[in-house]
T-cell receptor
Framework: DSGVTQTPKHLITATGQRVTLRCSPR?????VYWYQQSLDQGLQFLIQ???????AKGNILERFSAQQFPDLHSELNLSSLELGDSALYFC?????????????FGPGTRLTVT | DQQVKQNSPSLSVQEGRISILNCDYT??????FLWYKKYPAEGPTFLIS?????DKNEDGRFTVFLNKSAKHLSLHIVPSQPGDSAVYFC?????????????FGKGTHLIIQP
């Protein structure tokens, strides 16, 4: 158990809808990262937040957004969903931001868009 | 354009023998490299890392070798055990992973045969 929790575990929704994925980092970790794992693309970095502020952006679509709240939990919002958004979404957290930093991953949320 | 490549989607090794997983990268700005292990229905788990100032890092049965001039790294597992059967991801970062996301390869499925 990494200490990172993600809810829900599974989500099934229709095209055009909007969903929110939730992540609670390990106790004391200030950084939260979101990744998408699809069958053909592997694990892709989406976005990072550090202590409530956006820190780095990866291949995140404009239809997707995220935020980190004062209690350090984070939410990833996916809107106007398309079939191709079906994937596993992982959240990770880390304590530091400098040097070699191990990221701890949650168990993921499996999103199915029908 | 894939910056981190794991060219073997799967690898089968006999229990007790050495497992060697390979990874190539194209981005010369990468300074930190990590290996993650993933079981089905779980998030990736950190295994071992190396920074570019080193060419080898060892942790128990796991050793990572880095050849910067060839932009190649490998993970050696000796001796291989049944519990090592999992998908292994190579990941890289320009800043150590703390101030940016990790760039992952697509993974190698290691199967340890009795």
């Amino acid at each position: 158990d990494s200490g990172v929790t993600q809810t829900p575990k599974h989500l099934i929704t229709a095209t055009g809808q909007r969903v929110t994925l939730r992540c609670s980092p390990r106790s004391g970790d200030l950084s939260v990262y979101w990744y998408q794992q699809s069958l053909d693309q592997g694990l892709q970095f989406l976005i990072q937040y550090y202590n409530g502020e956006e820190r780095a952006k990866g291949n995140i679509l404009e239809r997707f957004s995220a935020q980190q709240f004062p209690d350090l939990h984070s939410e990833l919002n996916l809107s106007s969903l398309e079939l191709g958004d079906s994937a596993l979404y992982f959240c990770a957290s880390s304590a530091r931001t400098g040097g070699l930093v191990e990221q701890y991953f949650g168990p993921g949320t499996r999103l199915t868009v029908t | 354009d894939q910056q981190v490549k794991q060219n073997s989607p799967s690898l089968s090794v006999q229990e007790g023998r050495i497992s060697i997983l390979n990874c190539d990268y194209t981005n010369s700005m990468f300074d930190y490299f990590l290996w993650y292990k993933k079981y089905p229905a779980e998030g990736p788990t950190f295994l071992i890392s190396i920074s570019s100032i080193k060419d080898k890092n060892e942790d128990g049965r796991f050793t990572v070798f880095l050849n910067k001039s060839a932009k190649h790294l490998s993970l050696h597992i000796v001796p291989s055990q049944p519990g090592d059967s999992a998908v292994y991801f190579c990941a890289a970062s320009e800043t150590g992973g703390g101030a940016d996301g990790l760039t992952f390869g697509k993974g190698t499925h290691l199967i340890i045969q009795p």
